[in-house]
C-alpha cells in the first residue's frame, strides 16, 4: 500500500473520529432522556448544542473529502483493534487503532466541542 498525504490523513482521521463522537453523543441523549435525572434539561441542551456543532464539522468535512476524492472505511474490528482503510486521489493506507485510544480520541473531541458550545466565539 502506498501512503496518503499527512494532511489528508488529518482530515480523514477527524472525520471518522468525529463519526463516532457523534453517534456517542446521540445514545448519550437517548439515555438522558429515558434517564430518571431529577434535572436533566441542561445535559439535553449541551448535548444538542455540541451534536449540531458536531455535525456541522462532518459536513464540511464530508464536502471536502468528496471534493479530494478521499474516502475512510472500516476493515476489521475485534475486542482489541480496529482497522480502517484511508484512500485519497488513488493512495491507500490501512491504519490499526488499539480500540482504547480510539475511546481517547473521541472523548478528546467531545472535550473539544463542549468548549466551542460553551464558548461560541472560538468555534472555527
Known sequence: MRHIAEEDYQLMSRFLFLS??????????HHFQQGIFKIKEPYIKLLGQMLVEAKQQRKQLRQTMNNGNMHVSILN?????????????G??????????????????IMQDLMLVTKNPSTSS
Open 77 to 89: 474490528r475485534n475486542d482489541s483493534f480496529s482497522s480502517y482503510l484511508f484512500r485519497s486521489k
Open 20 to 29: 463516532m463522537a457523534i453517534v456517542v453523543m446521540e445514545q448519550d441523549m
Open 91 to 108: 493512495l491507500e493506507e490501512k491504519r490499526n487503532y488499539f480500540n482504547p485510544a480510539i475511546r481517547k480520541k473521541v472523548e478528546g
